[in-house]
T-cell receptor
Framework: GQNIDQPTEMTATEGAIVQINCTYQ??????LFWYQQHAGEAPTFLSY????GLEEKGRFSSFLSRSKGYSYLLLKELQMKDSASYLC???????????????FGKGTRLSVIA | GAGVSQSPRYKVAKRGQDVALRCDPI?????LFWYQQALGQGPEFLTY????????KSGLPSDRFFAERPEGSVSTLKIQRTQQEDSAVYLC?????????????FGDGTRLSIL
């Protein structure tokens, strides 16, 4: 089966650093994505990991350990506009030709407070 | 436009009515996905097209749900004889490659409310 776990809610202070964890158990693994979703809007792509290690992109970094089935998203220098849901999504291994749908976690709702 | 466009943004229908939701993917994108997102949940996969071919429809919850992409561009998700449990946001996403790396780009979704 497919199972992706992430915390439901988190709160952090403006200017601080926050780490959102994600653990997964899927039928094969072909990459992990993090998306940001503001209420009533489209999920927007933040990061992609397929190999172990840290990927850094500005204030956002994402880490992957395939052996542990674990990823985290790190947000630095938090701003009020970072208040949103953060979705962890895994692409299982392709069964046949073509692309593969993503399996999403339920999302972590982050509130940034002054 | 530059992004994935979905219409309508909001749809209210009475139980038992049929509805049709439209998705305009990013021009040239081969892959197109439909997802259903309930309130406070992550998106859940419904169906996937590669060009005009529907390669995976394993996520469609019942035979009342039907999707098509006849010319390999615009896609329509149709729900027949709607029921209250169909109320959700329906998201469309497109992707430019056939595999690794490139992300799926999402539209703003259609919020469907069944009365």
């Amino acid at each position: 089966g497919q199972n992706i776990d992430q915390p439901t809610e988190m709160t952090a202070t403006e200017g601080a650093i926050v780490q959102i964890n994600c653990t997964y158990q899927t039928s094969g693994f072909n990459g992990l994505f993090w998306y940001q979703q503001h209420a009533g809007e489209a999920p927007t792509f933040l990061s992609y990991n397929v190999l172990d290690g840290l990927e850094e992109k500005g204030r956002f970094s994402s880490f992957l350990s395939r052996s542990k089935g674990y990823s985290y998203l790190l947000l630095k220098e938090l701003q009020m506009k970072d208040s949103a849901s953060y979705l962890c999504a895994v692409r299982p291994r392709k069964k046949n030709s073509g692309n593969t749908p993503l399996v999403f976690g339920k999302g972590t709702r982050l509130s940034v407070i002054a | 436009g530059a992004g994935v466009s979905q219409s309508p943004r909001y749809k209210v229908a009475k139980r038992g009515q049929d509805v049709a939701l439209r998705c305009d993917p990013i021009s040239g994108h081969v892959s197109l996905f439909w997802y259903q997102q309930a309130l406070g949940q992550g998106p859940e996969f419904l169906t996937y097209f590669q060009n005009e071919a529907q390669l995976d429809k394993s996520g469609l919850p019942s035979d009342r749900f039907f999707a098509e992409r006849p010319e390999g561009s615009v896609s329509t998700l149709k729900i027949q004889r709607t029921q209250q449990e169909d109320s959700a946001v329906y998201l469309c996403a497109s992707s430019g490659d056939r595999g690794r790396g490139q992300p799926q780009h999402f539209g703003d979704g259609t919020r469907l409310s069944i009365l």
